[in-house]
C-alpha cells in the first residue's frame, strides 16, 4: 500500500503561481511513476504531468510551458509548481503514484483561479 499526502492548493488569481506537493510512504517500490491529473466538474480526470523515478516527464498539452513538473526521489515528494494560471485551471488535482501495474491516488487539493 501506498499513501499519498497532498498540499498546497488554493485560491489564486489568475495569472499568479502556485506549488503543489505530494509526499508518498509505504512500499515504494521504483521504478515507479508520480505526477498530477485533475479533475474538471462533469468531466474525467486528465492527465496534467508525471515524472518517472529516472525524471522521464509528460505533460498535457495544455499546461506546457507554464507547468513545471519535479520529484524528490530521497523525500518520495512530487511537485507541481504552476505558473501563468489561467481560470480554466480551476479544478481538482490529485496527486498519483503507479508502480508494478498499480496506481494509488491522494484525497485531492482544489485549485481556483479568479479574480
Known amino acids: 500500500q501506498v499513501q499519498l499526502v497532498e498540499s498546497g492548493g488554493g485560491l489564486v488569481q489568475p495569472e499568479g503561481f502556485l506549488t503543489l506537493s505530494c509526499a508518498a510512504s509505504g512500499s515504494i517500490f521504483r521504478p515507479n511513476t508520480m505526477g498530477w491529473y485533475r479533475h474538471f466538474p462533469g468531466k474525467t480526470r486528465e492527465l496534467v504531468a508525471t515524472?518517472?523515478?529516472?525524471?522521464?516527464?509528460n505533460y498535457a498539452d495544455s499546461v506546457k510551458g507554464r507547468f513545471t513538473i519535479s520529484r524528490d526521489n530521497a523525500k518520495n515528494t512530487v511537485y507541481l509548481q504552476m505558473n501563468s494560471l489561467k481560470p480554466e485551471d480551476t479544478a481538482v488535482y490529485y496527486c498519483?503514484?503507479?508502480?508494478?501495474?498499480?496506481?494509488?491516488w491522494g484525497k485531492g487539493t482544489l485549485v481556483t483561479v479568479s479574480s
Open positions: 515524472m518517472t523515478s529516472g525524471a522521464r516527464t
Open positions: 498519483s503514484f503507479a508502480a508494478g501495474g498499480t496506481a494509488y
